[in-house]
C-alpha cells in the first residue's frame, strides 16, 4: 500500500495587496451581492466572472422553496458566460458571499458541483481558471481548480 500525499499552493492575502484587475472583479462580485435571491439561508453569494474580451459576468445564487432545486452563483455565472461569449476564455472567477446582510469573514470555496463545472470550463478552454475567494478582510487565491480538485473526473473516463 502506498501514500498519495496531495497538496496546494494557495496564497492568501489582504484586499489592499490584490492587482487592480483582481480588485475591480473582487468589487463586482461584492457590489452584485444584493441581486441574490436567498430567502431561506440567509447566505447570499455573488461570482463575477472575468473573461479574455475584458467583459465581467456576474451572478448569484438563487434559492428555491423546493431544495435542491435552486443555483449557485457560480454555475449562475460560469453557464451565462459560456452562453453568451462561447469563443472567450474564463481568466478569473472570485466569489463573495453574506451572510444575514454582512459580508464574511472567511472567504468560502465553490461547492463541489460548481468544482466539476470549473473544470470542465477549464477543459473546455485549455486553461486554468484563477479563483479569488474573497471575504471582509483577506482574499485566497487559487490558480486552477485543480489545486482543489485533485482528483478529477473527466471525459477521458467516458472513452
Not at 36 to 55: E, I, Q
Request: aromatic letters at 8%; hydrophobic letters at 40%.
Amino acid at each position: 500500500m502506498n501514500v498519495i500525499k496531495i497538496s496546494a499552493d494557495i496564497l492568501e492575502c489582504e484586499k489592499s495587496e490584490l492587482s487592480a484587475e483582481d480588485l475591480k472583479l473582487v468589487e463586482s462580485s461584492e457590489n452584485f451581492l444584493k441581486n441574490a435571491y436567498a430567502p431561506y439561508s440567509k447566505f447570499s453569494v455573488s461570482a463575477a466572472v472575468l473573461l479574455d474580451n475584458g467583459v465581467i459576468i456576474n451572478g448569484t445564487n438563487q434559492e428555491n422553496a423546493a431544495s435542491p432545486s435552486g443555483t449557485c452563483a457560480e454555475r449562475t455565472a460560469i453557464f451565462y458566460a459560456n452562453s453568451q461569449y462561447p469563443k472567450n476564455k474564463i481568466l478569473a472567477v472570485a466569489i463573495s458571499a453574506f451572510f444575514n446582510g454582512e459580508i464574511i469573514s472567511t472567504p468560502i470555496p465553490p461547492c463541489g458541483a460548481c468544482r466539476q463545472v470549473i473544470l470542465e470550463t477549464e477543459t473546455r478552454y485549455s486553461h486554468p481558471v484563477k479563483l479569488i475567494l474573497s471575504a471582509k478582510n483577506k482574499c485566497l487565491i487559487i490558480n486552477s481548480i485543480k489545486d482543489i480538485l485533485p482528483l478529477t473526473f473527466t471525459s477521458d473516463f467516458l472513452s
